[in-house]
């Protein structure tokens, strides 16, 4: 079986949890698969654009560069599914085969946990509060830099949160 050891897309390396490569048969014809579980940030980056430049490096030193077209997935785990159409079969005899008729596809997200992946990489998400303070403490707030008060109120959270998930 062909196993992925390294990925690059548009020249920069990500790091892939897991992940699998193989052919798609379809009335159509074959496209190559590429169906990897990357983080979060990754995959909000990527899986909109179009056309991506792929470098991948196969365990047993083989390298296919190609350009590659992102499809969604369905999925709990942040994933992407790079496909591009081939010509021919003949560099990919020992490549797995699954067919439209099957819909066997390799599970990738076996042993991996949201959790796994977030501690590789934490997203940020930007959050807007209201909030009804004390005149001191709403002019303290407000001056301080948006970096200074995001640190403030994430080590309030981890504090609380810490003192309360067990309860």
Same mark, same amino acid.
């Given at each position: 079986m062909v196993t992925v050891k390294e990925v690059k *897309? #548009? %020249?920069e390396s990500i790091h892939v949890f897991n992940g699998s490569i193989y052919i798609f $048969? +379809? +009335?159509s014809g074959y496209t190559l698969e590429l169906d990897i579980i990357v983080s979060e *940030? !990754? $995959?909000k980056k990527y899986k909109l654009e179009e056309n991506l430049i792929l $470098? *991948? =490096? &196969? =365990? #047993? %030193?083989r390298? *296919?560069?190609s350009i590659m077209h992102s499809q969604s997935i369905s999925g709990g785990l942040p994933q992407l599914n790079l496909y591009c159409e081939l010509d021919t079969l003949e560099e990919y005899q020992d490549f797995k085969m699954v067919n439209e008729n099957d819909l066997v596809f390799p599970k990738i997200e076996e042993g991996i946990t949201l959790e796994d992946i977030r501690k590789y990489e934490m997203p940020n =998400? /930007? !959050?807007t509060l209201k &909030? /009804? &303070?004390?005149i001191d403490q709403s002019e303290w707030l407000n001056k301080l830099k948006g970096k200074e008060l995001a640190g403030i109120v994430k080590e309030a959270i981890y504090d609380y949160w810490e003192k309360h998930k067990m309860k």
């Open positions: *897309i #548009d %020249g $048969e +379809s +009335s *940030i !990754v $995959e $470098e *991948i =490096e &196969l =365990e #047993d %030193g390298q *296919i560069n =998400e /930007k !959050v &909030l /009804k &303070l004390p």
